[in-house]
C-alpha cells in the first residue's frame, strides 16, 4: 500500500510540473529534450515513456507487446502541392500558401507511425515537445500478435479487425477531435456518423414502396 501511495504522490508531481511549461525547470528540459529529439530519426522507438503519467492515462501498461513510438512533424499550415504555385481552374482554388490542413499535427503523427509499424496498432498519442520548425509526439503502439496482448481483457479489445489502421479512419482520440464528433447540442451536424452522412440523409429523398 505504501508503494502504491508513493506512485501516485509521483504522478500527481509529474503532472502538475506539465501543467507549469513555462517555468524555468521545464524550459530547461524542453530545450535540452528537443536537442535530443531533433538528433534522432523522424520515427524511432522510445524504450520508455517521456512521459509515464500521460501514457498510462492513455492506456499504456509497462507489459510485453506495449510499446512507444516517437515521431515528429513540422509545424505550420498546409502548402498546396502545385507545380511551380500555378492553380488551374477557378479564383477560389488559386491559393498556395494560407491553406490550414482540415486535421491536427497530432493526428498526422499518428497516422505516420501507423504507416511505418504496419504490425501495430495505434492506441493513443500524447504531445512531449515542440521547437520553431518540429512538433514531437510520442504513440503508444500494441503488438497485437502477442500472447500477453491477446489474454489480457483490458487490452485485447484492440485486436479485433476493426482496430486495423484505427489511426487512418480517424478512431483514435486525436481523429475524433477532427472529425467533430460529439454528444449534446454542439454536434447535432454531425449526427449519424459524419458530416457527410447527415447531409446526405437529410438531402436524399427516400421513397418506400410501403407507407
Not at 43 to 62: C, E, F, I, M, W
Not at 69 to 77: D, E
Not at 112 to 129: E, H
Not at 142 to 148: E, S
Request: net charge positive; glycine share 8%; hydrophobic share 30%.
Amino acid at each position: 500500500k505504501q508503494w502504491y501511495q508513493r506512485r501516485v504522490a509521483i504522478t500527481a508531481g509529474i503532472e502538475e510540473l506539465y501543467k507549469k511549461k513555462q517555468s524555468d525547470l521545464m524550459r530547461f528540459l524542453f530545450r535540452v529534450r528537443n536537442w535530443q529529439f531533433r538528433q534522432l530519426a523522424a520515427v524511432h522507438r522510445a524504450s520508455r515513456p517521456t512521459r509515464p503519467d500521460k501514457a498510462r492515462r492513455l492506456g499504456y501498461k509497462n507489459k510485453q507487446g506495449i510499446c512507444i513510438y516517437r515521431t515528429r512533424v513540422k509545424r505550420g499550415g498546409r502548402k498546396r502541392p502545385v507545380s511551380k504555385g500555378i492553380c488551374y481552374g477557378k479564383p477560389k482554388t488559386a491559393g498556395v500558401n494560407e491553406l490550414k490542413f482540415q486535421r491536427s499535427i497530432q493526428s498526422v503523427a499518428e497516422e505516420r507511425v501507423g504507416r511505418a509499424c504496419g504490425g501495430l496498432r495505434v492506441m493513443n498519442s500524447y504531445w512531449v515537445g515542440q521547437d520553431a520548425v518540429y512538433k514531437y509526439y510520442e504513440v503508444i503502439c500494441v503488438d497485437v500478435a502477442h500472447k500477453a496482448i491477446r489474454r489480457d481483457p483490458r487490452v485485447n479489445w484492440i485486436c479485433e479487425a476493426v482496430h486495423k489502421h484505427r489511426e487512418l479512419r480517424g478512431l483514435t482520440s486525436a481523429g475524433r477531435k477532427n472529425r467533430g464528433v460529439g454528444k449534446g447540442h454542439r454536434h447535432t451536424k454531425v449526427i449519424g456518423s459524419s458530416r457527410r452522412a447527415n447531409w446526405k440523409r437529410r438531402n436524399t429523398l427516400s421513397l418506400r414502396r410501403y407507407r
